[in-house]
């Protein structure tokens, strides 16, 4: 039994404002991005039949989030959007914008709806991201914060300083990737970094958070939300847009042994299967592949999946990836929107929505050559990372 | 000794009266025990021998219930770190740079411990470095088991 491939499609994507501090609330954000893609794919709002979330928010110190605020979930969105012919509803506890579009897939070949709706709307409150008052550790947690671990950034530094270790990988060497990244976000509007690129110095220089995490390895926390509609290939054939195919899809970043700790072992173990999942479902392998669209919540992350998913062999991603090779005009070209890290902190939504523009050939002065099949990867290892293989 | 003295300047008082503390269960009882008499007690399981940490009700490796701890010798080598240099993390402002360890101990390829690595210098924290245990005392009581650098084993 295989994925039912190209039987579903992506018919329209959007962004709403993606920056640092809106003055709108998340809601707000979040309306306008699905109107926008329901209007990108030429439908009504009343076609919507099926919604996909994944709400969590943006930073874990938010105790009691509130809908349309911190988050923005399925309660505000059929609210928002009164979503009268509504038959399917789902929100996903983990994962990335990939863990909900790969339900909503599901949930079209299914026939339990005929034109899906899938968002991710992330908040930055005021204040600094990712500092926890945790007086009392609990659980595992009491084997690493009393000795100072207590922040996202010195967790995902871990694999980092493992990695490089390991195979002698240095920021010298990242350099190049980082500047890359945000040359494309720089010609990219729907990016929080639009029209501003930096220089391998201000790379070189940047503020080290926890080493060998720089402010520059860490994705920006942004207001902003991506939405996407998606329906049955058959039903996309009359809609406005060329419809971006489904060709596989995984959801499934998960460690087998209890994590103390980000662990580099684990974490590449968790990511080959991701892409052993993936390749079963689509049929396809990496040598398939046009274009990638890699998840870079940390800048570090794309060595991993380049190597998970055979681009490179163990330790060889990172001085693959500074060629030219791997810019707009290259052979394989990575994160022509600029990324996560170009973009803004929106879990997913910058790496798929940046496939089916290229793919459709509306990524303007970033439109590769050959776009025709797509990886797009999205969230990590041990929080249920996925990936969809996307083609025109 | 030269570790202590960097103890000595990087921890004040002060910093430390937001620094999470365990919330002890029947668990992890017997690892906390151990480092309040200065020694460190690691889970084993008593089907299978492997080691396990952090504690569990059973062998994640054999499944067997039968658990118990033992001494480790405290050896080990680094096998991740990450030096913290920005004030991120509340309770630990006052003492960035500082090294967040995870150590490889030497009785068991994998098992790993989370600790801090003390050194003058934080960039001479690299991978694979041969470390040893210490302890420091908190100023407000609470025993934490820290390590340091010994010297390179001769080729």
């Known amino acids: ?23 709108r609330s998340l809601g707000q954000l979040a309306v306008e991005a699905c109107l926008k893609a329901i209007d990108d794919a030429g439908l009504r709002l009343e076609d919507i039949d099926g919604i996909a979330n994944y709400p969590a928010p943006s930073r874990i110190s938010v105790a009691n989030p509130v809908d349309g605020i911190d988050i923005v979930g399925v309660h505000y969105i059929v609210q928002a959007l009164t979503l009268e012919k509504l038959r399917w509803v789902c929100s996903v506890m983990n994962g990335t914008v990939v863990a909900s579009l790969v339900e909503a897939i599901h949930a079209l070949l299914a026939g339990t709806c005929t034109y899906a709706l899938v968002w991710r709307g992330m908040h930055n409150p005021p204040g600094q991201f990712g500092r926890l008052a945790q007086p009392l550790a609990s659980g595992d947690a009491q084997f690493t914060a009393p ?38 976000a720089a010609k990219n509007p729907n990016a929080a970094f639009f029209g501003q690129p930096i220089t391998r110095e201000e790379y070189m220089n940047a503020r080290m958070i926890a080493e060998p995490l720089s402010i520059l390895d860490c994705d920006m926390p942004v207001d902003g939300c991506g939405a996407l509609v998606l329906t049955t290939a058959e039903r996309a054939r009359d809609l406005k847009q060329k419809p971006v195919l489904v060709q596989g899809c995984t959801a499934l970043g998960l460690p087998l042994q209890p994590q103390l700790l980000m662990d580099f072992d684990e974490f590449m173990a968790s990511a080959k299967r991701v892409a052993r999942a993936t390749w079963q479902s689509s049929g396809m392998s990496h040598q398939e592949i046009a274009q990638l669209q890699l998840y870079d919540g940390f800048s570090y992350f794309p060595y991993l999946w380049l190597e998970a998913f055979g681009f490179y062999k163990e330790g060889e991603a990172y001085l693959g990836l500074k060629e030219d090779n791997h810019s707009i005009c290259g052979r394989l070209p990575v994160n022509t929107g600029g990324g996560a890290l170009g973009m803004g902190r929106l879990h997913g939504t910058p790496q798929v929505i940046e496939a089916v523009l290229q793919i459709q050939r509306r990524a303007g002065p970033r439109q590769v050559a050959k776009p025709s099949v797509a990886l797009v990867h999205a969230g990590d290892s041990v929080h249920i990372g996925g990936a969809l293989v996307l083609s025109e | 000794m030269s570790h202590l003295r960097v103890l000595k300047k990087n921890m004040t008082p002060d910093s430390g009266s937001l620094r999470p503390r365990p919330v002890i269960n029947d668990l992890t009882k017997p690892f906390w025990d151990g480092i309040a008499d200065r020694k460190l007690i690691i889970q084993r399981c008593n089907g299978c021998g492997v080691f396990v940490h952090p504690p569990r009700h059973e062998c994640p490796a054999c499944r067997s219930p039968s658990m118990t ?87």
């Open chain 1, 147 to 184: 000795w100072g671990f207590a922040h996202n950034v010195v967790d995902y530094s871990l694999p980092y300083s493992r990695y490089m270790g390991k195979y002698g990988a240095t920021r010298e060497d990242m350099a190049p990737f980082i500047v890359r990244n945000r040359a494309n």
């Open chain 1, 1 to 23: 039994l295989t994925f039912a491939r190209g039987k579903v499609a992506i018919v329209g994507v959007a962004f709403s404002e993606v920056v640092k501090r809106s003055n």
């Open chain 2, 69 to 155: 701890f033992v001494s480790v010798s405290g050896r080990g080598i680094i096998h991740a770190r990450s030096i913290v240099e920005a004030p991120v993390v509340i309770g630990f402002e006052e003492d960035v740079p500082y090294v967040c360890l995870v150590v490889e101990l030497a009785e068991q390829k994998g098992l790993l411990l989370a600790s801090n690595l003390i050194v003058a210098d934080p960039y001479e924290a690299r991978i694979g470095r041969p470390v040893e245990l210490a302890f420091h005392t908190d100023p407000d009581g609470f025993i934490r088991p820290i390590f340091v650098l010994t010297e390179e084993a001769a080729p």
